[in-house]
């Protein structure tokens, strides 16, 4: 009662019962008034900072309770990690300070393109392809009301069914009869395909009064055959380049396809002359001479449009800038004299913070998984596709055929009974770099060591963890899967989601914050799991010097390692 009273004539109200629960060990404190009690009682008993909130049973957990006037909740829930215990007893201006911190390092990360990324987010223009990408369709009225407006627009059925068609032809096993075909597309270039066709459309369809500023080009005169007319690339590459200011690599990619599209021989636009059909005039982008002359001669369209490609590219790619830095986010990280020790930081500050799995089982199963995913990323130094879509064989279970593992084209970690072990073993046709000289049509194979007790916390993940994040839902047999929610019914990561992830682990884990003392490393930014190779890439190279063991380290060539990473080497380089 004594301490009762004590904290009552400092401020701080607080029931003994309250203590006493506490203390027992049946509630723990998490509200910011809570929590204030705990610094109290440090400061009277000469402990230091932070002594109890280290010991609660879920340490990473959010401080609830903050006063945040102005800020949304969904911004608040975002914000809530990344602030200090006594936010609410901070003047105005500390307030403010801490804020435009969190927003700027923490949420968007503090870049050229990151600030770009943030600013062209907010005002979306692409055309979506529901039925080959999954996107939630709506009506064709709220389509066109979005077109009005900006914003997202469900392709017109014809388009739909073009970009349908261009897809079975680059995708099927066998080319469709009556076409030629040079090479496939995997399932991971089909969707980024989609999406940059579908910005192409989007950015022609916008209307030119809205923030966008595209040409205003009627949604119903979309279509492939727009791609054969000169104007129409000009118009969107000099769009492309106002908005960022420069040009990139980005848009020599884009008329690398144009270029493949309307080879004649292999060319899936130039193999389909029935397109030309579709052709309507577009005041300002596409005359009606244009368009009679392309449906006269269809083959010498596609011809002029392929020269046309061919020299633009060549121009933009004499000029073209870097607008993205993949090492800019972990510089601090590639600077240490060694990188993976520096980012294993990160997987000790997640055990650091983990929750009791007993009374806090769903937030544990997440920590462990947030742990594997840096550990093995680390170890494997995969590409994010063939991290993400790494199956998992339990011990209890026999491995999968190396065939069955080609046909899908996926890796499998599993227990070897030979080296008493855990394995990771990946079939060459898995990786995006199949045909290099690296792989030379072997299989990748590494046991994992068993290093800061990796193999018990596989078992754990396997056999505790990884069932709870699935709950009822089917299990995709991916190693990591996403927690599975009343709203959320596919534990299969993608592309996006898996991204996601890592960006929060590295968010919540990676960044020190200098307002909580949390997070593993000064200056880290946001940023995804591809920026693992670079970490192990440029490891590899300021320990041994050999380009060709950092290319055994992310399955590679050392002609490529070096073109990549040697300047790396020399940038992080000290004095």
Known sequence: MALCRELAASGLPVEASTLRMWR?????????????????????????????????????RATKGQSMPGI??????????????????????????ILEWVRRVVVTGAT????????????????????????????????????????????????AQEMAALL???????????????????????????????????ALAAPPEGPVRGFGAPVSSLTFALLTAPAVWDWYLQWRERRRGFYTAWEVDMLSIAVALTGEEAGWIAQTPALADRLEAIPGLVSVDDVQAIREDWPAACARLHRFALARS????????????????????????????????????????????????LAAAESARAYLMIRLGLHLGF???????????????????????RDQAR????WSERDAGWEVFVPANAFKNAKSSFFNGRPFRLLLPDIGGLYREIDDYVGVHRPRLLGRAPDPGTFFVKTVKASRSEAAYDQNTFY????????????????????????????????????????????????????????????????????????????
């Not at 829930?77 to 300070?97: S, V, Y």
């Open 383 to 405: 590409r994010q596709k063939n991290l993400r879509q790494l199956l998992v064989s339990p011990k209890d279970q026999a491995p999968r055929t190396e065939r069955r593992l």
């Open 72 to 97: 949304s909740s969904a911004e608040r829930r975002r914000l809530a990690w990344h602030l200090p215990d006594d936010f609410d007893r901070l003047p105005p201006k500390d307030q403010e300070e």
């Open 112 to 159: 050229d393109y990151r600030r770009y990324q943030a600013n062209a987010a907010r005002h979306r223009f692409a055309v979506r392809f529901p039925a080959l990408q999954g996107v939630r369709r709506c009506s064709d009225e709220g389509g066109l009301a979005e077109r009005r407006s900006g914003g997202t627009i469900i392709a017109p059925p014809r388009l």
């Open 411 to 414: 890796g499998e970690l599993r």
């Open 24 to 60: 027992i060990g049946q509630k723990a404190p998490v509200y910011a008034d809570s929590l204030a009690v705990l610094a109290f009682l440090e400061r009277r008993w000469g402990l230091e900072p932070g002594y109890f909130r280290r010991r609660l049973p879920h340490p990473a």
């Open 500 to 575: 996601e992830a890592w960006r929060w682990i590295i968010q919540r884990y990676g960044i020190y914050n200098p307002y909580t003392g949390r997070g593993a490393i000064p200056g880290l930014l946001p940023h995804g799991p591809h920026s693992i190779r670079d970490v192990l890439a440029t490891h590899i190279l300021k320990q041994t010097g050999s380009y060709e063991q950092a290319s055994y380290a992310i399955q590679d060539t050392p002609e490529t390692v070096a073109q990549h990473y040697g300047r790396s080497c020399r940038r992080t380089r000290r004095p």
């Open 168 to 202: 079975a032809f680059k995708t099927a096993t066998l080319s469709p009869a009556g076409y030629r075909r040079r090479g496939t597309w995997g399932a991971e270039t089909a969707s980024q395909k989609v999406e940059h066709f579908g910005l192409l459309f989007g």
């Open 314 to 361: 060549k121009e933009i790619a004499r000029i073209a800038q870097v607008h993205h830095d993949p090492f800019e986010p972990i510089l601090t990280v590639l600077e240490a004299d060694s990188p993976v020790g520096e980012y294993r930081k990160i997987a000790d500050e997640v055990l650091a913070l983990r929750p009791c799995p007993r009374r806090y089982p």
